[in-house]
């Protein structure tokens, strides 16, 4: 059974930093295109960033310098360290998994219907 669980989520002010993590199971983690998406309060669920198998990362221009994506195959478990957060980083994030080529195509990594594999979410609040 294909499982992926975040946790890390809570509330903090801005400028403050937060950890998430995202347990996978179930399936071949370490091949996987991992990315973290988010969804804010009434916008759509947006993409944040992605981590080929070989660690390769890249980002949203809205989180690029603040967050850093990172996985350990080991522990099958994806990271995602946010910091200098900012209000409008408030949302419901999220992790995902795709088959290996969603990495090697720029244009598939922000796309929710490439991935194959999503978690429940868990909830950032970031206050001014």
């Known amino acids: 059974q294909v499982q992926l669980v975040e946790s890390g989520g809570g509330s903090v002010q801005a400028g403050g930093s937060l950890r998430l993590s995202c347990a996978a199971s179930?399936?071949?983690?370490?091949?996987?295109?991992m990315s973290w998406f988010r969804r804010a309060p009434e916008k759509e669920r947006g993409w944040v960033a992605t981590?080929?198998?070989?660690?390769?990362?890249k980002y949203a221009d809205s989180v690029k310098g603040r967050f850093t994506i990172s996985r350990d195959n080991a522990k099958n478990t994806l990271y995602l360290q946010m910091n200098t957060l900012k209000p409008e980083d408030t949302a419901v994030y999220y992790c995902?998994?795709?088959?290996?080529?969603?990495?090697?195509?720029?244009?598939?990594?922000?796309?929710?219907?490439?991935?194959?594999?999503w978690g429940q979410g868990t909830q950032v609040t970031v206050s001014s």
């Open positions: 981590i080929d198998s070989d660690g390769s990362a």
């Open positions: 995902a998994a795709g088959l290996p080529w969603v990495c090697r195509v720029s244009e598939a990594q922000s796309v929710l219907n490439a991935y194959n594999y």
């Open positions: 179930g399936f071949t983690y370490s091949t996987s295109c």
